[in-house]
């Protein structure tokens, strides 16, 4: 994948998928792209292309995913391409700057991030040229601090539209989170930092004119509730050594990423699908049990072992919704 191929890749279904949203008001759509089978995986694949999904609107969540026909327990439903990732501050030397996939090599190949093929590096060409011409030494501090991995994503976007290899409208379809005026104000700060170091990196006002703060706001209100935390099941004993060590500086995640399809999964504390991430931050969507025609399919956005209060709390702060879904309804 080159850096414009790689994101050429989710560009058509993305404008397809954009069309077809201002249909969703009327109508549901079947997806008809992106999936594939996993023969060398070991997994038994649902059935190859399309997908048996379709995303409609649901009774009281929005638009959700539904199963165009019955899916068996453990089928691979699709996998998914990230739009955007970028991997946890405290791993930019052992985790491929693009695919986020963990360093085994302990040949350097760049200094400053590590890349972990020539196709990843190829990729990210396009956005790394414009990154390397600036100083992001406060802008990267500033989300140490605070703990903040979204602006990275938001600073990603930013140099993926200024190369050219992305839209300033790319997010515009996901679901924003409602913001405090706290938040915004802190978002404006990020904005300031952000737009600082590009000018001082030499680029012009008028390559630059997406870049107001209403795009930065608007883009981290659709990450907040979008963006997946990363966390790799699979890989060789030098990952898990890694991700140990990686635990132990409470630092779990390899990264985050945003995707358009699985951004589209409602949630529920007792879910039929679940999201994995075998060696790198390409989505595989499974089914958790047997799936009816038309069961609309859920994911769970946290731990679902907590209790009844806890994943409430957590899901009004993170997320903006109440959940009624028949676990918590029923008390559980
Ligand atoms: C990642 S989006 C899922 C897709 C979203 N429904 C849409 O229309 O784009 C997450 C948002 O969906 C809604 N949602 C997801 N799961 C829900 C649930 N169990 N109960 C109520 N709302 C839910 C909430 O508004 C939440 O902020």
Not at 238 to 245: K, V
Not at 260 to 273: K, R
Request: proline share 4%; charged share 20%.
């Amino acid at each position: 994948m080159s850096p414009i191929g790689c994101f050429r890749r989710w560009a058509s279904p993305l404008k397809k998928l954009q069309h077809k949203h201002k249909l969703l008001i009327a109508s549901s759509f079947t997806i008809t792209t992106t999936t594939t089978t996993t023969a060398d995986k070991g997994e038994k694949p649902s059935r190859p292309f399309p997908p048996p999904i379709r995303v409609s609107l649901t009774e009281s969540a929005g638009r959700g995913v539904f199963a165009t026909r019955s899916i068996g327990s453990g089928d691979l439903i699709h996998t998914a391409k990230s739009l955007l990732s970028h991997p946890s501050l405290s791993l930019l030397h052992t985790v491929c700057y693009f695919c986020l996939r963990i360093k085994t090599t302990s040949i350097s190949i760049d200094q400053a991030v590590f890349f972990c093929s020539e196709e990843c590096r190829e990729h990210s060409k396009g956005f790394y040229e414009i990154e390397k011409k600036a100083d992001w030494s406060a802008f990267d501090e500033q989300c140490r601090m605070r703990g903040l991995k979204y602006p990275l994503l938001v600073k990603r976007l930013a140099c993926m539209v200024l190369s050219g290899i992305a839209s300033s409208d790319s997010l515009d379809i996901l679901q924003p989170a409602s913001l405090s005026p706290g938040m915004i104000v802190q978002m404006e700060e990020e904005f300031g930092s952000l737009r600082y170091t590009l000018t001082k990196a030499g680029i012009m006002d008028d390559q630059m004119a997406f870049l107001t703060k209403q795009w930065y706001t608007g883009v981290l209100a659709r990450i907040r509730i979008n963006a997946f935390r990363i966390e790799l099941v699979g890989g060789s004993y030098e990952d898990l050594l890694l991700s140990a060590a990686a635990s132990v500086e409470a630092e779990a995640a390899v990264g985050n990423a945003v995707y358009m399809l699985p951004s589209f999964y409602n949630h529920d504390c007792d879910p039929n699908v679940h999201i994995v991430w075998i060696d790198n931050v390409d989505a595989r969507l499974k089914a958790l049990r047997n799936i009816e025609t038309d069961e609309e399919l859920r994911i769970c956005y946290i731990d679902a072992s907590m209790n009844h209060d806890a994943r409430q709390a957590l899901l009004f702060e993170g997320f903006g919704f109440q959940c009624n879904c028949l676990r918590c309804l029923s008390g559980d």
